[in-house]
């Protein structure tokens, strides 16, 4: 059974800096697309930024060149680094698990399979 768990949320302060981790289990994250997605209050989930088995990545226009997605498949953990943080960041982001195999790359949810719990964070101005 896949297990994925997310940790790193904290509260900072606007232009500061986070890295989320989401360790696997029961699974091989790199043989496939992981992502991670947030929800804010009040908000529909969205992507965030994706990764695919041969490490290309994906990111929504919003978080582009202030979030990195990268993976340590010795580990089987994922992670989003997030830097120049915003109040509009604020969120529960959640990592994501897609099919073993595939070569896809996608923010679409109804692709992943198997979600984590969440990890909450909030920035403030």
């Known amino acids: 059974q896949v297990q994925l768990t997310e940790s790193g949320g904290n509260s900072v302060e606007q232009g500061g800096s986070l890295r989320l981790s989401c360790a696997a289990s029961?699974?091989?994250?790199?043989?496939?697309?992981m992502g991670w997605f947030r929800q804010a209050p009040g908000k529909e989930r969205g992507g965030v930024a994706a990764i695919n088995k041969y490490g290309v990545t994906a990111y929504a226009n919003s978080v582009k060149g202030r979030f990195t997605i990268s993976r340590d498949n010795a580990k089987n953990t994922l992670f989003l680094q997030m830097n120049n943080l915003k109040p509009e960041d604020t969120a529960m982001y959640y990592c994501?698990?897609?099919?073993?195999?595939?070569?896809?790359?996608?923010?679409?949810?109804?692709?992943?399979?198997?979600w984590g719990q969440g990890t909450q964070v909030t920035v403030s101005s």
């Open positions: 029961g699974y091989t994250g790199g043989d496939s697309c």
């Open positions: 994501a698990a897609g099919r073993p195999g595939a070569a896809t790359l996608t923010l679409i949810q109804s692709y992943y399979f198997a």
